[in-house]
């Protein structure tokens, strides 16, 4: 199997005052294509600094971070958010969808910045909400959807250019069980058509979905497991 | 992104916030209307004094000849004609016509008034356009020599409220002894041209009226070039055949000017300031007095573009200032199109798109309101509204510039945001 992403004694940390914090001291982590993985650990572990590493939104400190093969300390800004829009899609706790736009809008975002047709653009948005579910809000604001519809969106949103990866950070944190199970399903059965999903979540019972856990703990791995998934 | 991309999503930023976005661009709606409307004010008023100084054609020169000594009234004439023929001979001269004026008076019971007399040739009808004789005639050639009179509109009215001044007959008194002309014409009513009121004279056969009044009325001669860009070489070409025809009086004049005393004479078009004191003759070209004109047009324009330059400034600070505010608000927004593959110079280019649109929505609402204040200003002003597409090329362009310039520094900070940081905003 293909690694998709493959990172070798990672360090990240962040200018604080005068000092910096070290968020990441030395991961070592390769997610192969279709594997269903969890990161899972206490807060402030670097759960969610990893997940920014793997999709292209940061660079490291020290170490690599090869995604797909390229490294991502030698690349420009620009050529990151040129991998961001073709190789990996993000799904936020917050939704992150923007207020002004509809459904269909806001899903065909990622292709407004490749070079695809308007035309085509809502062809494929329309199939990326039809994949969740969603077709006959398409048209509807953010502010008239459920949390769960607005995190749906959100999945059409990060599908619809068809990336390597599909990230998510802490994706059911906003919503209540019984939706995030939903979206959790949701995951789970875009796994089952193939697709590689990493999910960065501190609820363990969601972290169990996964094929394989890794839970860190103060910057680094601390365990591996596998799980149900 | 595209510009198509840019622009939708410029105009939905734009929606957003009306008031707000009312409230920035009014400092270019101000500014634009400013230079708009001083611009088409200015070439209104321009194009009224430009159309009344070339009433008398700004091909046309004024040649005054002031010759040392006269002997006669028989000499006058002589000069007079021979002069004319001469300058009609100039290179760039197409037509040369002597004129000379004076004042009589005309006594209605025991009042009294003042009348201009003005001495013409036939050919005097040529300088102007739409004046005619409304009835009778005007001077012909045949009435050299004859004491005929033709009234400008204003003189028979006033003197013959009663109409049908012709073959009526009117006595001056001229030179202290009382003369009788036969009227022979009405003109038209014509107004003002250049600086003289046509319909104000009384005008009689020049011969007349040098025979009248002696050696004593200078003539002055009025010449067209044969265009517009031929006036300086004919003004040129006069004074090389006046030099030729006065070069014993001028070195007389010299002379005189050696013992003291300045030449100034007073002619029917104004006081003629003589160009070489020490000659005894002037050619005035109408072409300084355009020229004169339009350079204080250009001060004053210049004066106005300044304080339109200056509210043009606040303007696209109060531009840059809603620009940074937005920045701020759409952090987030920012950080999403970031995380799904927005480039730096697509972020900074959608926010520099908004601050044009912005902006040129603004200086096309200043556009409007200039002109409207402009038409409004001519109304008021009595000059012809004049408008033309450079205003409003200038009103796009200041503005697209204006929301360039002051766009770019919160478009470039927007470009500079860290994704991550910009997703956490709160």
Redesign the interface.
């Given at each position: 199997m293909n690694v998709v992403v493959e990172l070798c004694k990672v360090v990240k940390d962040y200018p604080m005052g005068p000092t910096f914090f070290r968020a990441l001291r030395g991961v070592d982590l390769a997610v192969k294509e279709g594997e269903f993985l969890a990161i899972t650990g206490p807060s402030g572990s670097g759960k969610s600094t990893l997940l920014?590493l793997m999709?292209a939104?940061?660079r490291p400190s020290q170490g690599q971070v090869l995604l797909d093969g390229l490294d991502l300390a030698s690349l420009s800004?620009?050529e990151l958010?040129?991998l961001?829009?073709?190789k990996i899609g993000?799904v936020?706790q917050q939704f992150?969808?923007?207020p002004?736009?509809t459904a269909w809008e806001n899903v065909a975002?990622?292709l407004?910045?490749?070079r695809i047709k308007?035309v085509e653009r809502k062809a494929r948005a329309m199939a990326a909400l039809s994949r969740v579910g969603l077709v006959e809000f398409a048209h509807h604001r953010p502010t008239q959807l459920s949390g769960g519809q607005q995190q749906r969106v959100a999945i059409a949103?990060a599908l619809v250019h068809t990336p390597k990866l599909l990230l998510a950070d802490e994706p059911t944190g906003n919503l209540d069980t019984q939706t995030g199970q939903e979206i959790v399903d949701l995951f789970g059965s875009l796994h089952g058509e193939g697709r590689t999903v990493v999910i960065v979540t501190h609820e363990a019972e969601i972290a169990a979905r996964a094929e394989r856990i890794v839970i860190l703990r103060d910057g680094l791995v601390q365990e591996e497991l596998y799980g149900s998934g | 992104?595209v510009l198509?991309?840019l622009l939708s999503s410029a105009f939905?930023?734009l929606g957003?916030h009306h008031l707000r976005t009312g409230l920035s661009i009014l400092g270019i709606v101000i500014g634009v209307a400013a230079v708009v409307a001083t611009i088409a004010l200015v070439s209104g008023a321009t194009a009224q004094m430009k159309e009344r100084i070339a009433g008398l054609g700004i091909r046309t020169l004024t040649v005054n000849v002031f010759p040392t000594v006269i002997q006669s009234a028989a000499a006058a004439r002589a000069l007079t004609q021979e002069l004319t023929d001469r300058l009609a001979t100039a290179d760039y001269v197409s037509l040369v016509v002597p004129i000379a004026s004076t004042r009589a008076s005309y006594s209605v019971g025991t009042q009294s008034r003042d009348l201009s007399l003005l001495g013409v040739t036939p050919n005097y009808l040529l300088l102007f356009d739409n004046f005619y004789p409304e009835t009778g005639r005007f001077i012909h050639e045949l009435d050299a020599g004859q004491k005929v009179a033709v009234l400008g509109a204003n003189v028979a009215k006033d003197l013959f409220p009663d109409g049908d001044a012709v073959e009526q007959w009117l006595t001056m008194e001229l030179m202290g002894q009382k003369v009788a002309f036969r009227v022979v014409g009405v003109m038209v009513e014509r107004g003002t041209v250049g600086n003289q009121t046509l319909d104000d004279y009384v005008y009689v056969p020049l011969s007349t009226l040098q025979t009248l009044t002696g050696s004593r009325q200078f003539t002055t001669y009025i010449a067209q070039a044969v265009d517009a860009n031929s006036v300086e070489k004919a003004a040129s070409a006069i004074e090389g055949i006046l030099a030729a025809t006065f070069a014993a009086a001028t070195a007389q004049a010299t002379a005189a000017a050696q013992r003291g005393g300045l030449q100034v004479a007073v002619t029917p078009f104004g006081t003629t300031r003589i160009q070489r004191a020490l000659t005894p003759y002037s050619v005035t070209v109408q072409k300084t007095m355009i020229a004169t004109y339009e350079e204080s047009v250009r001060t004053m324009t210049l004066i106005l573009a300044s304080v339109a330059a200056i509210s043009l400034l606040v303007g696209g600070i109060g531009i840059m200032n809603i620009m940074l505010v937005s920045v701020v608000e759409r952090t987030?927004?920012i950080?999403?199109?970031?995380?799904?593959?927005?480039?730096?110079?697509?972020i900074r280019n959608q926010f520099l798109a908004e601050a044009v649109v912005i902006c040129l929505f603004g200086g096309l609402l200043g556009l409007g309101v200039g002109w409207l204040a402009a038409w409004l200003g001519s109304l008021l002003g009595g000059w012809p509204f004049v408008i033309s597409g450079y205003p409003a090329l200038l009103a796009v362009g200041f503005s697209v510039t204006v929301g360039l310039v002051f766009g770019l520094y919160p478009a470039v900070r927007a470009s500079r945001l860290d994704?991550?940081e910009a997703?956490r905003y709160e």
């Open positions: 920014h999709g939104l940061h800004a620009d958010a040129r961001r829009n073709t993000f936020f992150h969808l923007l002004r736009m975002l990622p407004t910045y490749g308007p949103r | 992104m198509a991309d939905g930023a957003a987030r927004e950080g999403i199109r970031m995380a799904v593959g927005g480039r730096p110079r697509d994704p991550v997703l």
